[in-house]
């Protein structure tokens, strides 16, 4: 039997030859496949570590300027070129992905990150989707409300519930609570800024302002959010003004996104100007803030 078996080998091993050769390419042009993806896994993973350098650089910056409000000019000079560099290392091409008005919008299913380098399971509308947190702005406006020798300027947020509603949360806080040891009789004020949102393109996002509100979370140290209700009113038009707002390609309200990723996000806005960069907030960290949640 075993004779049998060489025998047969044998006699079909030119037809095997025959047929692996018009199957395998040539070896030249192997290696040269093998050659050009390790070079395209060795620029990823280049991007990569470059990309993880610069979050940390931008990280370190943010947090000795006081979110830009203590930014010196060399501070805000060397954040904007940490900015400058992750724009062209942005791993997302199409971050208003599942905003209204975006070429996505419609077939986004909550995946899609397979070209981004990151992935996020519970971003379910977009990558956009989320909690992010102001962790550097050079904008004047968000700038000057640290003015007020009365308030000051606690944590500033930015809600994204895609596909069109995008809320900036603004808290605000007694001075003279800072000289008291922490959370006694904490007093917090905040003003939430909502806006409807969509995309213009694959990067810029119009708005329009619709509605401001007022909460008060906490008063001299108890919960008073269910004796006092949250206070909204719509914002009026004024007389003149582009009142398409986000449905309007001239508008001046947008911003543009330069960088997204898991849990970073950088915005350019048009009017007044300014850059903001902001970090994603877990579930767990916003329980922390708000145990409501």
């Known amino acids: ?28 042009l192997l290696e040269l496949e093998e050659s050009a993806a390790v070079a395209s896994q060795r620029e990823a993973l280049i991007s990569t570590m470059e990309r993880s350098e610069l ?52 077939r986004w299913v909550g995946r899609g990150f397979e070209n981004a380098d990151w992935s996020d399971g519970t971003v ?6 989320g909690v ?24 500033i947020s930015q809600e994204i519930s895609l596909p069109d509603g995008v809320v900036n949360v603004i808290e605000l806080y007694p001075r003279a609570s800072s000289l008291l040891p922490p959370s006694m009789l904490r007093t917090t004020t ?7 949102a969509r995309a213009r393109s694959a990067t810029r996002i119009g708005l329009t302002f619709e509605t401001v509100g ?23 038009r004024i007389p003149g003004s582009d009142a398409a707002g986000a449905d309007s ?32 907030e877990t579930e767990d960290e916003l329980r922390m803030r708000d145990p409501r949640r």
């Open 1 to 28: 039997m075993f004779a049998g078996l060489v025998v047969l080998a044998v006699a079909y091993q030119p037809l095997l030859l025959r047929h692996a050769a018009q199957r395998s390419p040539h070896p030249q």
């Open 55 to 106: 979050k940390l650089q931008l990280l370190r910056q943010c947090a000795a300027c006081n979110r830009g409000f203590g930014a010196s000019a060399l501070d805000r000079l060397s954040v904007d070129s940490i900015i400058a560099r992750l724009n062209r290392l942005s791993p997302f091409a199409e971050p208003t992905a599942g905003v209204a008005g975006s070429d996505s919008a419609e």
């Open 124 to 129: 379910m509308n977009g990558p956009l989707e």
């Open 132 to 155: 992010w947190r102001l962790i550097y702005t050079n904008a004047t406006d968000v700038l000057s409300l640290d003015v007020n020798p009365i308030a000051g300027v606690g944590p």
């Open 190 to 196: 905040r003003l939430r800024v909502g806006t409807r």
């Open 214 to 236: 007022v909460e008060q979370p906490s008063l001299l140290g108890f919960d008073v959010s269910k004796l006092l209700p949250p206070l909204s009113l719509p914002l009026p």
């Open 249 to 280: 390609d001239t508008s001046p309200a947008f911003f543009e996104v330069v960088y997204l990723d898991g849990d970073l996000l950088v915005i350019v806005q048009n009017q007044p100007g300014g850059a903001f960069a902001l970090v994603r």
